[in-house]
């Protein structure tokens, strides 16, 4: 069983940075790639940054510039880089493989942008 353990979040003023850290409590068998989600309202989670082991990095539009994720293979861990915060990217956020297994969810960072 794998589970994803999310570090890093807290309480940042608009236009501030934050890095998060993701790390994979068990062995991934059968992906070459993780993504970064959100959850904002009741139990949905937005896509907003993922990775692949061919064709690298995406964003979503709402985050592209401001959003950077890296893989740190040594380490086995995933990062997410986040600049220009503001208040609409206040959520609660998750790591991921892609495609979902919705077994390996784990408790999420919770990220507050206000001043």
């Known amino acids: 069983q794998v589970q994803f353990v999310e570090s890093g979040g807290g309480l940042v003023q608009p236009g501030g940075s934050l890095t998060l850290a993701c790390v994979a409590s068990g062995s991934i068998f059968s992906t070459d790639a993780v993504g970064w989600f959100r959850q904002v309202h009741g139990n949905l989670r937005e896509l907003v940054a993922s990775?692949?082991?061919?064709?690298?990095?995406s964003y979503v539009d709402s985050v592209r510039g401001r959003f950077t994720i890296s893989r740190d293979a040594a380490k086995n861990m995933v990062y997410l880089q986040m600049t220009g915060l503001k208040p609409d990217d206040t959520a609660v956020y998750y790591c991921n493989v892609l495609p979902v297994n919705n077994n390996y969810w784990g408790q999420g960072t919770q990220v507050t942008v206000s001043s």
């Open positions: 990775w692949t082991h061919y064709a690298g990095t």
